[in-house]
């Protein structure tokens, strides 16, 4: 059993800032890709940030330049900082970890957290 508990999230106003945390705990033997994904009502989730264990970062065009992903190994976290925040980034933010189970393992499991969020609003 593999647990993702997600802190960070709230009210802001545009133009302000939030860091949202991510910790994996359980049953996982390496943990291959960290990231947060996003999702408003009657939309898709997207990708927001993923950051792989050896610190290569993928960002959606939409949150270039404002949002940072990075990543603590030893710690199995993941961190989202956000600044200059927009009413657009309002959504529930989803922490995703893709990892091996086990030493033996040929296949990856996908993890998800159950989600905060995130209102930018005056």
């Known amino acids: 059993q593999v647990q993702l508990v997600e802190s960070g999230g709230g009210l802001v106003q545009p133009g302000g800032s939030l860091r949202l945390s991510c910790a994996a705990s359980?049953?996982?033997?390496?943990?291959?890709?960290m990231g947060w994904y996003r999702q408003v009502p009657g939309k898709q989730r997207e990708l927001v940030a993923s950051?792989?264990?050896?610190?290569?970062?993928n960002y959606a065009d939409s949150v270039k330049g404002r949002f940072t992903i990075s990543r603590d190994n030893a710690k199995n976290t993941v961190y989202l900082q956000m600044n200059s925040l927009k009413p657009e980034d309002t959504a529930v933010y989803f922490c995703?970890?893709?990892?091996?189970?086990?030493?033996?393992?040929?296949?990856?499991?996908?993890?998800w957290g159950q989600g905060t969020q995130v209102t930018v609003s005056s």
């Open positions: 359980g049953n996982i033997f390496r943990i291959n890709v």
């Open positions: 950051v792989s264990s050896g610190g290569t970062t």
């Open positions: 995703n970890a893709e990892g091996r189970p086990n030493p033996v393992a040929l296949y990856v499991n996908n993890y």
